[in-house]
Structure formats: structure tokens, C-alpha cells
């Protein structure tokens, strides 16, 4: 199962850690994975290559962290927001295979 965390800090979303595998298919076949992984790699490009913003990031197999400061954050919060939004949803769609939750800090 993939498990999807949004850090929240006085409403704003300030980053989002994704960790696990789906396990919905083999690897190379999974659409699950695929989904998660190009909208996860979207939202970070699109905050540090588009926006030009200040993110730590860190990428593995099976993990991808990104977190911003409480202005970098704002600035990129339609593009987090529609992750998040993009996440749960499929979410609900595939429910065995990807959790979604959000920490407050």
C-alpha cells in the first residue's frame, strides 16, 4: 500500500511525504503507481522548476519527501491543494492500495 501524508501548518499544506508500493500490479504494469508517482513528481517540478521556490526534497525508491517553508507554501498552495485533492481521489477509487491522511503541525 502507498501512504500519502500532507503536512498541514495553519491551514496550508507545507509538504507531503509518499512512501510504499501499490501492489496493484507488477511492476512496469501498475497504474496505481504510475498515477501517484507522475502527479507526486508534477507537484514538486511545478513548485521548484516553475515557481522557482525553495523545497527539500528527497527521492528514493518507492519514497518521495517535499517540504517547504510557511511562505513557500503559500505561494504553492493551489498546486499542493490540487494534489492533495488529485490523491484522494484516487484514493477513493482504489482504496486497498493507497491512504491518504493529513498531520497538523
Known amino acids: 500500500m502507498i501512504s500519502v501524508t500532507f503536512t498541514v501548518n495553519g ?12 501492489g496493484y500490479s507488477e511492476q512496469g504494469s501498475d497504474i496505481v503507481c504510475a498515477a501517484i508517482s507522475s502527479a507526486a513528481l508534477m507537484a514538486a517540478n511545478t ?11 528527497t527521492v528514493n525508491d518507492g519514497f518521495l519527501n517535499l517540504n517547504l ?3 513557500d507554501a503559500k505561494a504553492a498552495s493551489v498546486t499542493l491543494e490540487g494534489l492533495r485533492l488529485h490523491l484522494t ?6 482504496p486497498k492500495f493507497i491512504k491518504v491522511k493529513n498531520s497538523e503541525v
Open 11 to 22: 491551514g496550508v499544506v507545507t509538504g507531503y511525504k509518499i512512501s510504499g508500493h501499490s
Open 89 to 94: 481521489a484516487l484514493s477513493q477509487e482504489y
Open 69 to 71: 517553508s510557511q511562505q
Open 47 to 57: 513548485v521548484t522548476e516553475i515557481q522557482q521556490l525553495d523545497a527539500e526534497i
